[in-house]
């Protein structure tokens, strides 16, 4: 059967758009297929922070004996060696090199500003002049440059299989065929039966769940690639970020000045905490804490801004419309928010102790010990329930391949970014561990399905 192109790419965000201007540059003609009626999906909307080791911008920033060698000793440690280690082998291995590639299409990063993004002591998340946003428009100016097809509202709804190959996609009843495909169609975010199905961690939050993705985040390539005879992996992993819930910003922290305890009525980490373990630490203690602080610090709130949840102003309000808790003594307070009185006054205590000596004596918050000992007192529910990125998906070899039932490549299927779930631990790596790594497999899988691509037409050997 003749084919329209040499390689589909369903999605057109970083992993997309990396893996068609790879493959066109491999020799192969290309169509990226779009869901939306815009390139990007969640790429557009992100920071596009890329973590990688060895790069030529950490060695300007003087940082000159970082590795990638390094970089996977830490990430298997990190994740207690609970991920397929072929695979953040060959994120660690060709990040550096992928990142290189971004600059030299014009992506601005700078020495300055490259910074510890996750719990690790290396200087490793890269974060673009211009973010997710500026780095989707120089690729998708590469497509369009290499005269790259690209068609918008074209949601891919079937994958074409012949002779146990994939050889083409179904867009409702449009067929497009071709030597290879390349899933690239993002995360599940939006799709609230796979957040229920994929990630039990949060759907317990149930309508306090929200997403930060691109609209199209619907985990298509699950689907797809399960039709296919696909593996998947990374089960109820993913990315939470706390929230108070009042609203739909984005505020990945919550403010230092507090204390964060548990329905037990402990505090259970530093507050400055990074926000990479977080919701694993939520986890440990219920699902759900309380920022509990008191009124002369609700006052001075301003003087150390977090987002528009955390001002004097708002809290008061909400405090007024019954959506957190106040009262006069900790006693109520404990009451009222259901949290175990007699240890949240033995946590208070301690804690103005640790504020008095100026140091906390228990979580080493370096930031904001300000005593809890004026009332009205408040608390203030707290949940890890924003979703950042999902880490359930397509298995993939380190070359990108999709992974089969009998352990083997399903022929001419290939997975990068979001919708691969092979990649990711319990605990993220950090700013960038997502965007970097969907820019890496989107090259190596546009390379890759190019080979395979022009080897079943007998154009290379
Ligand atoms: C606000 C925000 C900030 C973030 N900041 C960072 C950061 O700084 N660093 C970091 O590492 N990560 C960050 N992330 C996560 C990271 O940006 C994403 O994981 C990454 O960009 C995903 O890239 P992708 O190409 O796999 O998917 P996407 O960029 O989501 O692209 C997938 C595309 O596929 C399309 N699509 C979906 N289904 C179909 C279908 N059936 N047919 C055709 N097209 C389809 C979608 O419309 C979308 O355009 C952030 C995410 C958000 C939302």
Same mark, same amino acid.
């Given at each position: 059967m003749s084919r329209d192109y040499d390689v589909i790419v369903i999605g057109s965000g970083a992993a997309g758009l990396a893996a068609a201007v790879t493959a066109h540059d491999a020799g192969a003609s290309v169509i990226v297929l779009e869901?939306?009626?815009?390139? /990007? @999906?969640s790429s557009r909307l992100s920071g596009g922070h890329f973590y990688a080791a060895g790069t030529s911008i950490q060695r300007e920033a003087g940082i000159t004996d970082d590795s990638a060698e390094d970089m996977f000793s830490y990430y298997m440690t990190l994740n207690q060696w609970l991920v397929e280690p072929a695979v953040a082998r060959a994120y660690c291995d060709n990040a550096a090199p992928t990142f290189e590639w971004m600059r030299s299409l014009g992506v601005q990063y700078l020495p300055e500003r490259v910074y510890i993004s996750g719990i690790d002591t290396v200087p490793r998340g890269h974060p673009p002049e211009g973010e997710g946003l500026a780095v989707v428009k120089i690729l998708d100016a590469e497509r369009i440059e290499r005269d790259i097809d690209l068609a918008l509202m074209t949601r891919a709804t079937g994958l074409i299989e012949e002779n146990g190959e994939v050889v083409g996609v179904t867009a409702g009843d449009q067929e497009v065929r071709a030597g290879a495909v390349i899933i690239?169609? /993002? @995360?599940?975010?939006?799709?609230p039966e796979f957040v229920e199905k994929y990630w039990p961690d949060a759907h317990e939050h149930g309508d306090r769940v929200w997403a930060i993705s691109g609209?199209?985040?619907?985990g298509d390539g699950i689907t797809l690639g399960e039709q296919a005879g696909a593996t998947s992996a990374g089960f109820n992993r993913g990315l939470l970020l706390l929230t108070p819930g009042f609203n739909r910003d984005l505020e990945v922290a919550v403010p230092p000045w507090c204390i964060l305890v548990s329905r037990e009525g402990r505090r259970f980490t530093a507050e400055t905490a990074p926000y990479t373990v977080m919701a694993g630490l939520f986890k440990r203690n219920g699902f759900v804490a309380y920022a509990v602080f008191d009124e002369e610090t609700r006052k001075q709130a301003d003087d150390m801004p977090v987002g528009p949840s955390w001002t004097s102003e708002a809290l008061l309000n909400y405090a007024e419309q019954g959506r957190i808790f106040r009262s006069e003594s900790l006693e109520d307070l404990a009451e009222q928010a259901k949290i175990n009185v007699a240890p949240l006054l033995g946590t208070v205590e301690k804690y103005n102790e640790s504020c008095a000596d100026g140091v906390d004596h228990d979580y080493f918050k370096p930031i904001g010990l300000s005593p809890i000992k004026t009332p009205p007192y408040y608390a203030v529910e707290v949940r890890p329930s924003v979703i950042a990125w999902t880490g359930y998906g397509l298995r993939i070899g380190p070359e990108t391949n999709v992974v089969g039932k009998d352990e083997r490549p399903v022929q001419g299927l290939f997975a990068a970014g979001e919708t691969v779930g092979t990649l990711h631990g319990d605990r993220y790596i950090g700013g960038g561990g997502s965007f970097g790594p969907a820019l890496t497999f989107g090259r190596i899988s546009g390379r890759e399905a190019a080979r395979h691509a022009l080897e079943t037409a007998g154009l290379i050997e």
């Open positions: 869901a939306d009626n815009i390139v /990007g @999906g690239a169609s /993002g @995360g599940f975010g939006h799709n609209p199209k985040a619907m």
